[in-house]
């Protein structure tokens, strides 16, 4: 018999489950990807420390700690239904129905589309295919490429695709839409890259950041920002040129390009064709919590965490019996944030399942104290106001559901 079956083998997933396991459960996970590691498999970055984080190593480390605990883990599986019975949760798959009295969903996140005239070109790709491409299969994504969209993802992504030898000419925005939202606005993509300054390339742009924060610095600074733009890493980061539209006939060939006011609204008479054979766009991450929803799970939505995240505790449960959420399904953080949130919910779930004698609540104490700790040293937050965006659904967890458990105590 399962006691937990862990949807997904990323970062938080794994770590879940080795957590879980450590304490005397039986562990199943599936994930619907090849192979696990999750968002880890296509991570390869050099950190402020010098070292390098190099995601499919980590993948593979936790992959054989989850096997040397016997977890059993299925890839090529796809979960199309969650649902609980008076005993047990029922994940129903490609596979057929798995049974458990805990789960623990670790789905990550997925990237917002910016749909850009002629986005549906082959050579045309989220940031976030690139990265798998390049990092996890090994395939040039092309020889000329460009990014649409000026993102702390695409930043990441950006670095590793240099390493490959792949040459990104420019970086632009999105035309501003209501589609594109923030994202097509200058200012508004200035103040979020901002929260990544002390990882700029040169002390000169460190140096320059701080002035940025004064809102009217930043405004001077995008009403002469230079048209040819701010290298980063050697690559154009072009501030005042939007995307119009994605040229060719049967493959990527060029992007439509025009000037933009410092309000991202496009000026005539500018239109500016540039050459190349793939285009990434960058629209950032939000969490992948549709699972959570089916299961019947309340949401909120916390811009700060990435979009709506369903109801969680600081243990990662939910107000479902027996259902637990880790990594970018609470909010988008790093891979090592992810793992240190897995390992709490693990932890938890042994908890409430009456594993890990009587040294259980410390160790929960410690493995939520270690996701604050990883937290703040973390070099990039995706979001700027992660950490307010936590006390929000924390407090609401605690106005809603606490005093509900007290309640049910006091009558037990």
């Keep these: 018999m399962i006691d937990v079956i862990v949807i997904g083998a990323g970062p938080a997933g794994l770590a879940g489950a080795i957590s879980c396991a450590e304490n005397g459960l039986k562990v199943t996970v599936i994930d619907e990807f090849v192979r696990p590691g999750g968002r880890l498999l296509g991570q390869l970055h050099q950190e402020p420390s010098g070292e390098w984080w190099n995601g499919i190593k980590e993948s593979e480390r936790l992959h054989n700690e989850a096997q040397k605990l016997s977890v059993d883990i299925r890839c090529g599986v796809s979960v199309y239904n969650l649902e609980k019975d008076e005993v047990s949760w029922n994940v129903h798959t490609n596979i057929g129905t798995l049974t458990a009295p805990y789960v623990l969903v670790a789905t990550g996140a997925a990237e917002f589309p910016i749909p850009v005239p002629g986005w549906t070109l082959p050579g045309v790709m989220s940031i976030g295919a690139a990265q798998v491409m390049t990092n996890v299969h090994r395939v040039e994504v092309g020889k000329k490429g460009i990014i649409i969209g000026a993102n702390i993802l695409a930043f990441a992504i950006l670095n590793e695709l240099q390493l490959a030898g792949i040459n990104v000419e420019r970086i ?6 209501p589609l594109s939202k923030n994202a097509g606005e200058p200012e ?3 103040k979020s890259l ?8 040169s002390a000169m742009l460190r140096f320059g950041s701080g002035f940025m924060k004064n809102e009217g610095f930043r405004k001077l600074a995008m009403k002469f920002f230079p048209k040819s733009g701010v290298k980063v890493n050697g690559t154009p980061l072009q ?4 995307a119009l539209e994605i040229l060719g006939k049967e493959h990527v060939e060029g992007v439509l390009t025009a000037d933009i006011d410092e309000n991202g609204n496009v000026i005539k008479g500018t239109e500016k064709v540039y050459e190349a054979d793939f285009v990434c766009i960058a629209g950032g991450l939000y969490p992948l919590a549709e699972l959570t929803a089916v299961a019947g799970c309340p949401f909120e939505y916390i811009p700060e965490l990435g979009g709506h995240v369903p109801h969680h505790s600081e243990k990662m449960e939910t107000p479902l019996e027996g259902l637990f959420v880790a990594g970018n399904i609470t909010g988008i953080e790093s891979g090592k ?4 949130q897995g390992t709490t919910a693990g932890i938890s779930i042994a908890k409430h399942a009456g594993k890990g004698s009587t040294v259980i609540n410390e160790k929960l ?3 939520m104290k270690n996701v604050h700790t990883v937290r703040q040293n973390a070099a990039i937050q995706f979001n700027p106001e992660i950490a307010k965006g936590r006390r929000k659904i924390y407090e609401l967890w605690d106005d809603l559901y606490r005093n509900e458990q007290d309640s049910l105590q006091e009558i037990g």
């Design 239 to 242: 501030l005042r040129k939007a």
């Design 194 to 201: 901002l929260n990544a300054a002390h990882l700029a390339p």
């Design 365 to 367: 104490e410690q493995a």
């Design 188 to 190: 508004e993509v200035m």
């Design 337 to 340: 944030i992810a793992m240190a």
């Design 172 to 177: 632009v925005l999105p035309e501003k839409s």
